[in-house]
Structures are given as structure tokens and as C-alpha cells.
């Protein structure tokens, strides 16, 4: 490995990862080398001088990937931003420096592949903004779908698994027609919505769904007609 009495080694430090327990940077600071004859083309070079990597510090830090469930109306398209984070003591931070050559990002390929094979009419693309895929540690998708409003789909995400963390995690493993287990990667769910399609709440006062509009007192003695309305109801 050696021209002219020089040559360049490669050295990476493998930190294994808790997908469920976030820590806090770690460094590491090389005081000492050793090399071995073996990996030397000369046998008889048994001194080596390491130049640049004695006292110099390389820094780790625990990483994720941050996506959120997005709910649109009247649309057939849908924006969102996923966040690259990393773990402070004073808890999550923004990775301004993430970018997809050196820390990875979702594969959009990846993911729009299994969206067709399980028969889902939704397809992801990622926007470049100023010619990357993640700008100032965050990286915007467009979300669009064929099926008529409203419709749901969840979303299974191939990511590189440094970047996976869940509180309740299981080890990483990536979206396939056997595994949907959205413990074992990230999954985002998106909703077309369709204003006046006959979904309702409880918190508009002036909604005939309201809870004081379906709610009827009533004593022990008699009873009391009611107007019923039927609703349907949407778990957010």
C-alpha cells in the first residue's frame, strides 16, 4: 500500500446503534497507531509514521430521520418536509450539514416500487431545491395520487437504517410485501381530503354534529324524542 514511502489508510469507527434510545455525541480522539507488517509491500518497514490522524478527533452523533402524517383538501397532490435530526442533551436538532452523498436519504425508488406492487395509486417524488435532494437538513416530497377524494394511504419508507429510530423500535429492517411492521421503518400516512364530503368533527359550535347537538338529557321518568342524525366519524 505504500508509493515512495507513502501511503493512505482508510480508518472508520462502528458505533453500534439502540434504534429506540437516543445518546448523546460521542468523540473519539486517536492518541495511538500500530501498524502491522502484513498489509506492508516492504516486510522489513516495521516503523511507521501516522501523520495526520494522531490527536485528530472525529465526532458521532445519532441520527434520525423526521416525518409526519399530512392531511390535504380538495387535492390530489401533497407537499411535505421530512427533517434529518440529530440527538442533543437538549434534545433534537436539525442537521444543517446532512446531505445525501455522505448520510443518505430515503429511496424514492425504493419506495414508489412497493406503492405499485401493493396496488396503492400513490407515487412520491422528491423536489430538488437548488439542485439537492436535502437542503439545510431537510428535504421536501411531493405526494400525488389517482384515486378519486377522499382516499388514505400509508406510506413505507427505505431509508439508510443509521437513520431509524422509533420509542418503541424494533431493529431496522426495510418495507417489503412481507414486512409492513412500521416498527422496523418509517411510515407516514397522508389523506386526501374532500371539503363536504360528509366527514365531521365534534369541535365546530355550529355543526349539527356538534357533541352538544348529538348529546339528549333525559330523565327517569320519561323518555324523550331525540332528531337523529347520522355521522361519520374520522379517527385523527
Not at 444543517?96 to 448520510?103: A, F, M, R
Request: net charge positive; charged share 20%; proline share 3%.
Amino acid at each position: 500500500n505504500f508509493e515512495n514511502g507513502e501511503g493512505i489508510a482508510k480508518v472508520y469507527f462502528n458505533i453500534d446503534k439502540n434504534y429506540s434510545v437516543p445518546m448523546s455525541e460521542v468523540n473519539i480522539t486517536v492518541i495511538d497507531a500500530n501498524t502491522s507488517t502484513s498489509w506492508m509491500s516492504n516486510s522489513g518497514a516495521t516503523n511507521v509514521f501516522i501523520g495526520n490522524l494522531l490527536n485528530d478527533t472525529v465526532t458521532f452523533r445519532y441520527g434520525r430521520i423526521h416525518l409526519q402524517n399530512i392531511t390535504v383538501y380538495d387535492s390530489n397532490e401533497a407537499n411535505a418536509t421530512i427533517e434529518y435530526l440529530y440527538w442533543t442533551n437538549s434534545g433534537w436538532k436539525v442537521n444543517t450539514e446532512h446531505n445525501q452523498t455522505s448520510y443518505g436519504d430515503i429511496n424514492e425508488a425504493a419506495v414508489n416500487s412497493l406503492l405499485s406492487t401493493l396496488n396503492i395509486p400513490v407515487n412520491v417524488n422528491i423536489v430538488k431545491q437548488s439542485g439537492k435532494n436535502i437542503l439545510n437538513g431537510k428535504e421536501n416530497i411531493k405526494i400525488m395520487t389517482t384515486h378519486g377524494l377522499p382516499y388514505s394511504a400509508k406510506i413505507h419508507f427505505d431509508i439508510d437504517s443509521w437513520l431509524w429510530y422509533h420509542p418503541l423500535a424494533k431493529p431496522y429492517n426495510p418495507p417489503s410485501t412481507s414486512n409492513l411492521d412500521c416498527l422496523t421503518h418509517p411510515c407516514m400516512k397522508v389523506t386526501f381530503q374532500k371539503t363536504g364530503s360528509g366527514w365531521a368533527g365534534i369541535g365546530r359550535k355550529n355543526s349539527k354534529y356538534n357533541e352538544n347537538n348529538k348529546t339528549v338529557k333525559t330523565n327517569l321518568k320519561k323518555e324523550i324524542n331525540a332528531t337523529k342524525n347520522e355521522v361519520k366519524k374520522l379517527n385523527w
